[in-house]
């Protein structure tokens, strides 16, 4: 079986501000030359897909996390010491990921282990 060798390009960021609302513009306004855009209106990601569960949410977003990384099951598997087929069940939200379970996937996928939670 083939593994996934690319690497992702995470070369954009989310900047979040706390200040004076009436400024809100001004600021908005100077960062868009730099290539920045407002994403105020923008929705959590949880409630853009209410048809899916819970569950099934938190396993796109392992897979999703392992894809960007560039990962197969069978490589975080190994990285994390995490049964493939556990690591296969968590993506298609079959299997809960609990607290210390999260915390070995987001080190191996150098992600904060509360967006598995």
């Given amino acids: 079986m083939q593994e996934h060798t690319r690497k992702h390009s995470t070369e954009t960021i989310e900047l979040r501000f706390i ?27 949880r409630e853009a897909y209410p048809e899916h569960s819970e569950a099934q949410l938190i396993g796109k977003a392992l897979a999703g996390t392992r894809y960007r990384e560039g990962l197969t099951q069978i490589k975080l598997s190994e990285l994390t010491g995490i049964p493939q087929r556990h690591i296969s069940e ?10 210390e379970m999260a915390k070995r996937l987001g080190k191996a996928l150098n992600i904060g282990y509360k967006v598995f939670l």
């Fill in 90 to 99: 968590m993506e298609n939200g079959k299997r809960p990921i609990g607290k």
């Fill in 19 to 45: 200040g004076p609302i009436v400024n809100m513009a001004k600021a908005v306004e100077k960062l868009k030359p730099l290539g920045f855009v407002d994403a105020s209106d923008s929705v959590p990601w």
